[in-house]
């Protein structure tokens, strides 16, 4: 029997280093420097989610964006989360 487990709110795998390198990749990919903090927003990684990573990075740099934009920007963290799964996750 095969079994699939999610762990939607990190209950079983703190998986916040590795959303937050996926947001800063992201970020980077999108021309701007690293701007989450791993060590101090692990909790808006984990409660926020993506969406909420790449907002409040955003206000942090004092950019604007549209929610059409959050939306495009997160399938860049998407994509990098995707790439770098589970490196620092435990």
């Known amino acids: 029997m095969r079994t699939i487990v999610f762990d939607l709110d990190g209950t079983l795998a703190n998986t916040s280093m590795d959303l937050i390198a996926a947001a ?24 926020g989610g993506g969406r909420a990573m790449l907002e409040h990075g955003y206000r942090k740099l004092g950019i604007d964006r549209s929610p059409e934009s959050i939306e ?17 996750s435990h």
């Open 24 to 47: 800063n990749a992201a970020f980077a990919a999108l021309g701007h420097t690293d701007v989450l903090d791993p060590a101090g927003q692990g909790g808006l990684a984990m409660l």
């Open 72 to 88: 495009e920007d997160y399938r860049v963290l998407i994509e990098c989360y995707a790439e770098n799964l589970c490196i620092q």
